[in-house]
Protein backbone atom coordinates (compact mmCIF):
# COMPACT_ATOMS: atom_id res chain seq x y z
CA UNK A 1 0.00 0.00 0.00
CA UNK A 2 1.40 3.49 -0.62
CA UNK A 3 2.24 5.68 2.01
CA UNK A 4 -0.33 8.34 0.84
CA UNK A 5 -3.24 8.96 -2.48
CA UNK A 6 -2.40 11.60 -5.06
CA UNK A 7 -5.33 13.42 -3.30
CA UNK A 8 -7.84 12.99 -1.05
CA UNK A 9 -11.52 11.79 -2.23
CA UNK A 10 -14.68 13.56 -0.98
CA UNK A 11 -17.73 11.55 -0.09
CA UNK A 12 -20.90 13.28 1.03
CA UNK A 13 -22.76 12.73 4.01
CA UNK A 14 -26.42 12.90 2.79
CA UNK A 15 -28.26 12.64 6.10
CA UNK A 16 -28.50 15.94 6.93
CA UNK A 17 -30.67 16.52 3.72
CA UNK A 18 -32.79 13.55 4.34
CA UNK A 19 -33.12 15.57 7.96
CA UNK A 20 -34.48 18.41 6.11
CA UNK A 21 -36.70 16.31 4.34
CA UNK A 22 -38.25 14.57 6.80
CA UNK A 23 -39.95 17.49 8.31
CA UNK A 24 -42.50 17.70 5.89
CA UNK A 25 -44.16 15.31 3.94
CA UNK A 26 -43.45 16.87 0.40
CA UNK A 27 -40.73 14.72 -0.60
CA UNK A 28 -38.33 17.72 -0.56
CA UNK A 29 -35.23 18.49 -0.44
CA UNK A 30 -34.61 15.06 -2.71
CA UNK A 31 -31.77 12.76 -1.32
CA UNK A 32 -31.40 11.93 -4.80
CA UNK A 33 -31.37 14.66 -6.65
CA UNK A 34 -28.53 16.20 -3.78
CA UNK A 35 -26.16 13.05 -4.74
CA UNK A 36 -26.50 14.17 -8.68
CA UNK A 37 -25.75 17.47 -8.05
CA UNK A 38 -22.65 16.84 -5.81
CA UNK A 39 -21.43 14.15 -8.31
CA UNK A 40 -22.34 16.36 -10.91
CA UNK A 41 -19.91 19.20 -9.00
CA UNK A 42 -16.91 16.90 -8.87
CA UNK A 43 -17.41 14.58 -5.38
CA UNK A 44 -16.31 11.54 -6.24
CA UNK A 45 -18.29 9.08 -3.57
CA UNK A 46 -21.87 9.51 -1.75
CA UNK A 47 -22.32 8.27 2.10
CA UNK A 48 -25.24 7.72 4.07
CA UNK A 49 -25.30 6.63 8.40
CA UNK A 50 -28.99 5.24 7.96
CA UNK A 51 -29.87 5.06 12.08
CA UNK A 52 -32.77 2.39 13.33
CA UNK A 53 -35.31 5.46 14.18
CA UNK A 54 -34.90 6.52 10.38
CA UNK A 55 -34.57 10.15 11.82
CA UNK A 56 -32.72 11.27 8.48
CA UNK A 57 -32.29 8.42 5.81
CA UNK A 58 -34.76 6.21 5.63
CA UNK A 59 -34.34 2.59 4.22
CA UNK A 60 -35.94 3.57 1.19
CA UNK A 61 -33.20 6.16 0.42
CA UNK A 62 -30.61 3.90 0.83
CA UNK A 63 -32.03 1.45 -1.87
CA UNK A 64 -32.86 4.72 -4.22
CA UNK A 65 -29.70 5.74 -3.59
CA UNK A 66 -28.01 2.40 -4.98
CA UNK A 67 -29.96 2.42 -8.07
CA UNK A 68 -29.32 6.27 -9.09
CA UNK A 69 -25.59 5.33 -8.28
CA UNK A 70 -25.03 1.83 -10.42
CA UNK A 71 -27.07 3.29 -13.43
CA UNK A 72 -26.15 6.87 -13.30
CA UNK A 73 -22.92 6.72 -11.41
CA UNK A 74 -21.07 3.54 -11.46
CA UNK A 75 -17.39 5.46 -11.02
CA UNK A 76 -18.65 7.28 -7.58
CA UNK A 77 -18.05 5.03 -4.60
CA UNK A 78 -21.40 4.14 -2.45
CA UNK A 79 -19.92 4.15 1.45
CA UNK A 80 -22.89 2.90 3.92
CA UNK A 81 -21.85 3.71 7.73
CA UNK A 82 -24.26 2.40 11.08
CA UNK A 83 -23.86 -0.41 13.68
CA UNK A 84 -23.16 -3.75 12.34
CA UNK A 85 -25.11 -5.47 15.24
CA UNK A 86 -28.17 -2.86 14.69
CA UNK A 87 -28.96 -2.44 10.76
CA UNK A 88 -26.34 -1.77 9.04
CA UNK A 89 -25.79 -5.27 7.71
CA UNK A 90 -28.81 -5.79 6.23
CA UNK A 91 -28.15 -3.20 3.80
CA UNK A 92 -24.75 -5.05 2.89
CA UNK A 93 -26.30 -8.01 2.66
CA UNK A 94 -29.13 -6.44 0.04
CA UNK A 95 -26.62 -3.71 -1.61
CA UNK A 96 -22.97 -4.96 -1.59
CA UNK A 97 -21.47 -1.20 -1.54
CA UNK A 98 -18.47 -0.57 -2.68
CA UNK A 99 -17.88 0.11 1.27
CA UNK A 100 -19.44 -0.24 5.04
CA UNK A 101 -18.29 1.75 7.81
CA UNK A 102 -18.95 0.09 10.95
CA UNK A 103 -19.57 2.68 13.97
CA UNK A 104 -20.82 1.61 17.62
CA UNK A 105 -23.36 3.80 17.93
CA UNK A 106 -26.09 3.07 20.38
CA UNK A 107 -29.73 3.25 18.86
CA UNK A 108 -30.66 6.33 20.59
CA UNK A 109 -27.41 8.32 20.04
CA UNK A 110 -27.43 11.98 18.70
CA UNK A 111 -24.52 11.21 17.08
CA UNK A 112 -21.09 9.49 16.12
CA UNK A 113 -18.48 10.40 19.15
CA UNK A 114 -16.57 7.43 19.90
CA UNK A 115 -14.19 4.71 18.09
CA UNK A 116 -14.63 1.28 18.27
CA UNK A 117 -13.06 -0.57 21.48
CA UNK A 118 -11.39 -3.22 19.99
CA UNK A 119 -10.26 -5.26 23.31
CA UNK A 120 -13.76 -5.74 23.47
CA UNK A 121 -15.60 -5.45 20.43
CA UNK A 122 -12.78 -7.77 18.07
CA UNK A 123 -14.47 -10.77 18.87
CA UNK A 124 -17.85 -10.15 17.85
CA UNK A 125 -16.76 -7.88 14.70
CA UNK A 126 -14.60 -10.39 13.18
CA UNK A 127 -17.09 -12.61 11.41
CA UNK A 128 -19.38 -9.73 10.16
CA UNK A 129 -16.39 -8.35 8.48
CA UNK A 130 -15.60 -11.61 7.28
CA UNK A 131 -18.98 -11.88 5.97
CA UNK A 132 -18.53 -8.14 4.52
CA UNK A 133 -15.63 -9.49 2.78
CA UNK A 134 -17.07 -12.69 1.45
CA UNK A 135 -19.60 -10.21 -0.48
CA UNK A 136 -17.31 -8.15 -1.93
CA UNK A 137 -17.65 -5.22 0.42
CA UNK A 138 -14.87 -2.80 1.91
CA UNK A 139 -14.96 -2.27 5.59
CA UNK A 140 -13.46 0.68 7.53
CA UNK A 141 -13.68 0.43 11.13
CA UNK A 142 -14.81 4.04 13.14
CA UNK A 143 -11.60 4.46 15.14
CA UNK A 144 -10.08 6.80 17.67
CA UNK A 145 -6.94 8.86 16.91
CA UNK A 146 -4.99 6.07 18.62
CA UNK A 147 -2.04 4.63 16.71
CA UNK A 148 -1.74 1.72 18.74
CA UNK A 149 -5.42 0.80 18.24
CA UNK A 150 -4.27 0.14 14.45
CA UNK A 151 -2.79 -3.03 14.56
CA UNK A 152 -5.78 -4.49 16.31
CA UNK A 153 -7.33 -3.13 13.38
CA UNK A 154 -5.61 -4.76 11.27
CA UNK A 155 -5.24 -8.06 13.15
CA UNK A 156 -9.79 -8.08 13.23
CA UNK A 157 -9.66 -8.01 9.48
CA UNK A 158 -10.62 -4.29 8.52
CA UNK A 159 -9.28 -2.84 5.25
CA UNK A 160 -9.82 0.55 6.43
CA UNK A 161 -10.05 2.78 9.35
CA UNK A 162 -12.08 6.05 9.43
CA UNK A 163 -10.49 8.38 11.95
CA UNK A 164 -12.85 10.21 13.81
CA UNK A 165 -12.14 14.18 13.38
CA UNK A 166 -14.16 15.64 16.03
CA UNK A 167 -11.38 16.53 18.80
CA UNK A 168 -9.53 17.97 16.31
CA UNK A 169 -11.88 20.06 15.10
CA UNK A 170 -12.70 21.01 18.75
CA UNK A 171 -9.16 22.05 19.26
CA UNK A 172 -8.70 24.07 16.33
CA UNK A 173 -8.00 26.98 16.25
CA UNK A 174 -6.96 26.68 20.52
CA UNK A 175 -3.27 26.01 21.96
CA UNK A 176 -4.14 22.38 21.78
CA UNK A 177 -4.53 22.03 18.10
CA UNK A 178 -0.86 21.21 16.80
CA UNK A 179 -0.70 18.30 19.79
CA UNK A 180 -4.17 16.78 18.80
CA UNK A 181 -3.41 17.13 15.02
CA UNK A 182 -0.20 15.16 15.70
CA UNK A 183 -1.94 12.19 17.30
CA UNK A 184 -4.55 12.26 13.94
CA UNK A 185 -0.56 12.27 11.98
CA UNK A 186 0.73 9.72 13.93
CA UNK A 187 -2.63 7.37 13.77
CA UNK A 188 -2.73 7.58 9.88
CA UNK A 189 1.26 6.86 9.53
CA UNK A 190 0.42 3.63 12.03
CA UNK A 191 -2.45 2.49 10.31
CA UNK A 192 -0.32 2.61 6.44
CA UNK A 193 2.48 0.92 8.52
CA UNK A 194 -0.31 -2.10 9.76
CA UNK A 195 -1.55 -2.51 6.10
CA UNK A 196 -4.41 -0.43 6.01
CA UNK A 197 -6.21 2.10 4.55
CA UNK A 198 -7.41 5.50 5.73
CA UNK A 199 -10.44 6.90 5.75
CA UNK A 200 -11.48 10.62 8.23
CA UNK A 201 -14.46 12.37 9.13
CA UNK A 202 -17.19 14.18 11.61
CA UNK A 203 -17.27 18.20 11.92
CA UNK A 204 -14.40 18.65 8.91
CA UNK A 205 -15.13 22.02 7.46
CA UNK A 206 -13.56 24.32 4.95
CA UNK A 207 -11.64 25.96 8.24
CA UNK A 208 -9.99 22.83 9.03
CA UNK A 209 -9.97 20.01 5.83
CA UNK A 210 -7.07 21.67 4.48
CA UNK A 211 -4.55 21.62 7.79
CA UNK A 212 -6.04 18.25 8.62
CA UNK A 213 -4.83 16.57 5.39
CA UNK A 214 -1.53 18.19 5.09
CA UNK A 215 -0.66 16.99 8.26
CA UNK A 216 -2.15 13.41 7.44
CA UNK A 217 -1.67 13.23 3.64
CA UNK A 218 -2.17 9.45 3.95
CA UNK A 219 -5.77 9.94 4.27
CA UNK A 220 -8.12 8.59 0.88
CA UNK A 221 -10.81 10.03 1.65
CA UNK A 222 -13.06 12.70 3.91
CA UNK A 223 -16.81 12.09 4.77
CA UNK A 224 -18.10 15.30 4.80
CA UNK A 225 -22.28 16.02 5.71
CA UNK A 226 -22.87 18.91 8.19
CA UNK A 227 -20.89 21.56 7.55
CA UNK A 228 -20.79 20.99 3.54
CA UNK A 229 -24.77 21.02 3.66
CA UNK A 230 -24.90 23.34 5.73
CA UNK A 231 -22.28 25.69 2.90
CA UNK A 232 -24.29 24.80 0.35
CA UNK A 233 -27.54 26.16 1.46
CA UNK A 234 -25.82 29.42 1.05
CA UNK A 235 -23.16 28.23 -2.03
CA UNK A 236 -25.39 25.48 -3.33
CA UNK A 237 -23.95 22.35 -3.63
CA UNK A 238 -22.20 22.88 -6.58
CA UNK A 239 -20.45 26.30 -4.94
CA UNK A 240 -19.93 23.96 -1.84
CA UNK A 241 -17.90 20.71 -3.23
CA UNK A 242 -15.58 23.02 -5.55
CA UNK A 243 -14.79 24.64 -2.47
CA UNK A 244 -14.48 21.64 -0.43
CA UNK A 245 -11.87 20.34 -3.51
CA UNK A 246 -10.10 23.03 -3.62
CA UNK A 247 -9.34 22.86 0.12
CA UNK A 248 -8.66 19.17 -0.59
CA UNK A 249 -5.87 20.49 -3.73
CA UNK A 250 -4.27 23.03 -1.06
CA UNK A 251 -3.07 20.27 1.20
CA UNK A 252 -1.43 18.49 -1.59
CA UNK A 253 -0.10 21.76 -3.52
CA UNK A 254 3.21 22.33 -3.11
CA UNK A 255 2.74 25.89 -3.49
CA UNK A 256 0.50 25.91 -0.75
Not at 25 to 48: D, K
Not at 72 to 87: C, T, V
Not at 96 to 118: A, I, M
Request: proline share 5%; net charge negative.
Amino acid sequence: MTSSPSRTALSVNLNKVALVRNTRHLGIPSVTRAATLCLEAGAQGITVHPRPDERHIRRGDVYELHSMLKTSWPQAEFNIEGNPFHNLMDFVRDLRPHQCTFVPDSEGQFTSDHGWDLKADADRLRPLIDEAHYLGVRVSLFMDPLPQAMAAANAVGADRVELYTETYASAFGTPTQDAILKSFADTAAAAVAAGLGVNAGHDLNLANLTAFLKAAPQVQEVSIGHALIADALEMGYAGAIKAYLASIDRAFSRAS
